[in-house]
């Protein structure tokens, strides 16, 4: 099973970004799925995450600018983030609880990270 992200870069203060991660492989089903970002120095902290149906949870510094969203036929989640500030530069994972198969083991995986820089 591998998590495959897309869609940092650079971007001016009050830009957009969207950010794709997407799940393969011996999937059996993939419960929440979220995004992360951890700057240099600083612990990995929760942007926002989405369960399987759909209830969704954002960190209070994003509430009302990010929106997270899933695609379950494709097994793909995104991060729509608008009104983007400097103090949203950082790198961002994405995360998965996924059962695989055939040997039904549920655990986390990590995608590698992308990087958003938000500056002028």
């Known amino acids: 099973v591998q998590l495959q992200a897309s869609g940092g870069g650079l971007v001016q203060p009050g830009g957009s970004l969207r950010l794709s991660c997407t799940a393969s492989?011996?999937?059996?089903?993939?419960?929440?799925m979220g995004w992360y970002r951890q700057a240099p120095g600083k612990q990995r902290e929760l942007v926002a995450q989405?369960?399987?149906?759909?209830?969704?949870n954002y960190a209070d510094s994003v509430k009302g600018r990010f929106t997270i969203s899933r695609e379950h036929a494709k097994n793909t989640v995104y991060l729509q983030m608008n009104s983007l500030k400097p103090e949203d530069t950082d790198v961002y994972s994405c995360?998965?609880?996924?059962?695989?198969?055939?040997?039904?083991?549920?655990?986390?995986?990590w995608g590698k990270g992308t990087l958003v820089t938000v500056s002028s």
């Open positions: 492989g011996s999937i059996w089903s993939i419960d929440d």
């Open positions: 989405i369960g399987s149906g759909g209830v969704t």
């Open positions: 995360n998965a609880i996924i059962t695989s198969w055939p040997s039904y083991k549920r655990m986390a995986y």
